[in-house]
T-cell receptor
Framework: AQKITQTQPGMFVQEKEAVTLDCTYD???????LFWYKQPSSGEMIFLIY??????QNATEGRYSLNFQKARKSANLVISASQLGDSAMYFC?????????????FGTGTSLTVIP | DSGVTQTPKHLITATGQRVTLRCSPR?????VYWYQQSLDQGLQFLIQ???????AKGNILERFSAQQFPDLHSELNLSSLELGDSALYFC?????????????FGPGTRLTVL
């Protein structure tokens, strides 16, 4: 089974609107971390936001928030007030276990296009 | 700038050849990961090293090998290259004593096999 599933290959959003990018994960570990990365057309991978499995509050970083629903094993990324510069690929990732050097599992990504 | 450096930035070579990609992790990071990103295949995990030792192996072909040196830099060797090996190869590093231990990615090496 896939560890990380991103079911939306492509998404469109109007500038200044909010958008939710879906991510579900599969693990039997109690301890894990969830990450979102952005990859603009220039190619670099940019870390956006982190959610730990024991964190009770949803993570937020500026216009990014992570809608963490542990029972549903989902970790959706919400981008508020979309900007043209948000157009990029977005990857959800998970690291299982307590050891910080454990392997990361990445989803297949969602391509977001922000329409002016 | 993530602090992870990769050289070269671009590499063009012919089928059957061998190339070496180099990665220097962020200062203090013990773990290095290698990924392959093809146009149609997303981000594929290849291999991970932690403090000089191989820690995890993903979908790495037998024609590919890697190592991490005592100074923690890493090299990915690709041999008997095929057209399908054309891709963006990322190195990432992580593991320090603070932060989320997220992976920091280098700018990538774009390999083109002709």
């Amino acid at each position: 089974a896939q560890k990380i599933t991103q079911t939306q290959p492509g998404m469109f959003v109007q500038e200044k609107e909010a958008v939710t990018l879906d991510c579900t994960y599969d693990t039997s570990d109690q301890s894990y971390g969830l990450f979102w990365y952005k990859q603009p057309s220039s190619g670099e991978m940019i870390f956006l936001i982190y959610q730990g499995s024991y964190d009770e509050q949803n993570a937020t970083e500026g216009r990014y928030s992570l809608n963490f629903q542990k029972a549903r094993k989902s970790a959706n990324l919400v981008i508020s007030a979309s900007q043209l510069g948000d157009s990029a690929m977005y990857f959800c990732a998970m690291r299982e276990g307590l050891f910080p050097g454990n392997q990361f599992y990445f989803g297949t990504g969602t391509s977001l296009t922000v329409i002016p | 700038d993530s602090g992870v450096t990769q050289t070269p930035k671009h590499l063009i070579t012919a089928t059957g050849q061998r190339v070496t990609l180099r990665c220097s992790p962020r200062s203090g990071d013990l773990s290095v990961y290698w990924y392959q990103q093809s146009l149609d295949q997303g981000l594929q995990f290849l291999i991970q090293y932690y403090n000089g030792e191989e820690r995890a192996k993903g979908n790495i072909l037998e024609r590919f090998s890697a190592q991490q040196f005592p100074d923690l830099h890493s090299e990915l060797n690709l041999s008997s290259l095929e057209l399908g090996d054309s891709a963006l190869y990322f190195c990432a590093s992580s593991v320090r004593t603070s932060g989320y231990n997220e992976q920091f990615f280098g700018p990538g090496t774009r390999l083109t096999v002709l």
